[in-house]
């Protein structure tokens, strides 16, 4: 198992150090040049090769490369070029509004997707199932700034419950801020839960089919018993599995959410910066958001190889 | 061999669509017909300002209403068919010419060759899609090559894995040894022999894939890095006309949202059918 592990841990890292590479070349590379994009258009090219050789833009790529990953490494994020002010000082808060509303989102969308996905294998083809498997459909095919926009007209600007823009969400008032922060939590509950909950039945149903259900069901134990002791044990690992997926897919869905409730998160920093091209912005916030995301992916990975004793017990 | 052939036979007693596979290929017909006729038949140019109001209420001269600049919706409407329902097959046909090529090729090949292919293709997979599209119109800039190309590319590796499993059993048949025996050359074996038979399992995985294209390329335009103006797509129509959620005009907002959806209901409830058709649930199908 150990082996296992360790060799999905090692490619995580080879996935990461390939995505720093990806940045490097998207952001440094390929631009133009960046001393140009630091002093303008105004400026003389006696000034911008002075700048150059400062920024040492001179240098072979892969030396720049090193130098680059080794300073973020260092913690040494650079500046942001819009304004000068140094990158690690503009995402701190960022990070952990996104990381926030990330989390309310799975607090609602775990406990309900498990549970209406297990109602809906207990009865398959059942009027619950058949309605949850329809409704799902469609969850699944809207996309998530079509919900967003439906949700704002209702709750925000129709009944007036919640606030459609979140400028500044105070998380030292938990009560309002849960509040504020409650449409955009919904968008990704919905845009979630329905993929938890088709998965969870599937995952579920399969285990069902198996023949130690059948010898259980002939034993004369009630369905409660059987689905209780014997599928949710046994549906665990691919259920886990399917849930780390899901808070990876967050890492997408939360970039479009922040944007329309102009929600000051890390997603929209992002997407801010591309439009301005602030490439140190650009840079940090891709590498943290490809952090969680293959991070996420490698615990999806783990639980799986953990839940299945032919995988936990391999040599 | 006799499996294979005795599910291809059962596979020709094709269910008749139901009501929601006919909803289904409605919708998508339409899209079609849209994306080919209706910049043809719209009334107004895409960036015609033809009032002076902005949100004006549908009325006989406009027939769905202005948006947020005083133009015409329902010529933009017409208009952003052709580049949605557009972009989004020509993102997915060319991610399905490259994910098959690399997929056909890796089955056949093996060895190596199929190492390396299936290693890039996890390699792409551990990639969050979104950034990687951020990070590329960061560096490029949004144009429509650009769009189709960065698309495609996200399907290829997704659709090589699909492709390459499907092909894997065919290139163990008989008649690829024969054609192998024959002497046919590589592209000939892949283009003449396992191609055809894919054709079947690839369909779901094709109207997934342009779901996905679909959303994916209106989330960009929505995020204002997609279709850049003056043309514009559905989800870029979102985008520009969000103000009216505070003025109360929604329709100028829920239109191309809506327009968007139905779209891809239409194209899913297709995919649910040729699924049960050939055995494969949705749910399967939209891990990735």
């Not at chain 1, 090193?66 to 960022?94: E, Y």
């Not at chain 1, 897919?249 to 091209?277: A, C, H």
């Not at chain 2, 910049?39 to 004006?56: K, M, R, T, Y």
């Not at chain 2, 850049?228 to 191309?256: C, F, H, K």
Request: net charge positive; with cysteine.
């Amino acid at each position: 198992m150990f082996k296992l592990i360790v060799r999905r841990l090692f490619l995580g890292l080879l996935t990461l150090l390939a995505i720093t590479v990806l940045v490097f070349l998207g952001t440094e590379i390929l631009p133009g040049d960046v001393a140009q994009a630091i002093l303008g258009q105004a400026a003389t090219p006696e000034t911008v090769a002075a700048l150059r050789e400062k920024l040492g833009l001179n240098a072979p790529p892969w030396e720049r490369y090193f130098t680059w990953l080794a300073n973020i490494l260092a913690g040494d994020l650079g500046n942001s070029l819009a304004n000068g002010i140094p990158v690690d000082r503009i995402i701190g808060q960022r990070i952990v509004n996104t990381i926030n509303l990330a989390l309310y989102a799975t607090v609602i969308a775990l406990p309900l997707s498990l549970l209406l996905g297990l109602l809906s294998a207990a009865w398959p083809e059942g009027t619950f199932d058949r309605m949850t498997s329809s409704t799902t459909v469609f969850f699944i095919s809207i996309p998530d700034f079509v919900i967003a926009i439906v949700l704002i007209i209702i709750f925000a600007r129709e009944l007036g419950w919640f606030p459609s823009v979140v400028h500044r969400p105070r998380w030292g008032d938990v009560p309002v801020a849960l509040g504020q922060t409650f449409l955009p939590m919904l968008t990704l509950v919905l845009t979630i839960l329905a993929h938890i909950i088709r998965m969870t039945r599937a995952a579920v149903l399969d285990v069902l089919k198996q023949p130690y259900i059948e010898m259980a069901l002939l034993k004369g134990a009630p369905k409660s018993r059987i689905i209780i002791r014997h599928a949710i044990p046994n549906a665990l690992g691919p259920i886990v599995n399917v849930v780390a997926l899901n808070l990876a897919y967050l890492v997408s869905g939360v970039v479009i959410v922040e944007v329309i409730f102009t929600y000051p998160g890390l997603g929209r920093l992002m997407v801010d910066s591309v439009i301005f091209r602030d490439l140190p912005l650009i840079q940090v916030a891709a590498l943290v958001f490809c952090g969680f995301y293959v991070a996420l992916n490698i615990s999806a990975d783990v639980t799986a190889i953990m839940a299945n004793p032919r995988l936990r017990f391999a040599k | 061999m006799n499996r294979l052939a005795g599910r291809t036979r059962s596979k020709r007693v094709r269910p008749r669509p139901d009501g929601w596979a006919w909803a289904g290929i409605v919708i998508v017909a339409a899209g079609l017909l849209l994306a080919v006729g209706g910049p043809l038949v719209a009334p107004h140019e895409v960036g015609a300002i033809i009032s002076d109001s902005n949100f004006e209420a549908p009325g006989i001269s406009t027939l769905l209403g202005t948006d947020t600049l005083g133009r015409d919706i329902l010529s933009r409407l017409l208009h952003g068919a052709r580049l949605t329902v557009g972009v989004a097959l020509a993102a997915t046909v060319l991610g399905f010419l490259i994910g098959m090529a690399a997929g056909f090729s890796a089955a056949e090949i093996k060895g190596r060759y199929d190492d390396f292919m299936l290693w890039l293709a996890d390699m792409m997979l551990s990639f969050p899609p979104l950034l990687l599209a951020l990070i590329v119109i960061a560096s490029l800039s949004s144009s429509l090559p650009v769009l189709i190309c960065t698309i495609a590319v996200l399907h290829a590796s997704r659709v090589a894995r699909v492709s390459r499993a499907v092909a894997m059993n065919i290139a163990a048949l008989e008649f690829v040894e024969v054609a192998r025996a024959r002497g046919e050359s590589l592209v000939s074996i892949l283009v003449r022999e396992i191609w055809p038979s894919t054709i079947r399992p690839l369909a779901v995985e094709f109207g997934l894939r342009l779901t996905y294209s679909i959303l994916f390329l209106s989330s960009l335009s929505f995020l204002g890095l997609g279709i850049q103006p003056p043309d514009a797509d559905w989800g870029s129509m979102v985008r520009e006309n969000l103000n009216a959620l505070q003025t109360g005009a929604y329709i100028a907002v829920l239109l191309p949202a809506f327009a968007i959806a139905i779209l891809t209901v239409g194209v899913n409830l297709i995919v649910d059918w040729l699924g049960a058709v050939s055995g494969r649930s949705i749910s399967e199908e939209l891990t990735g």
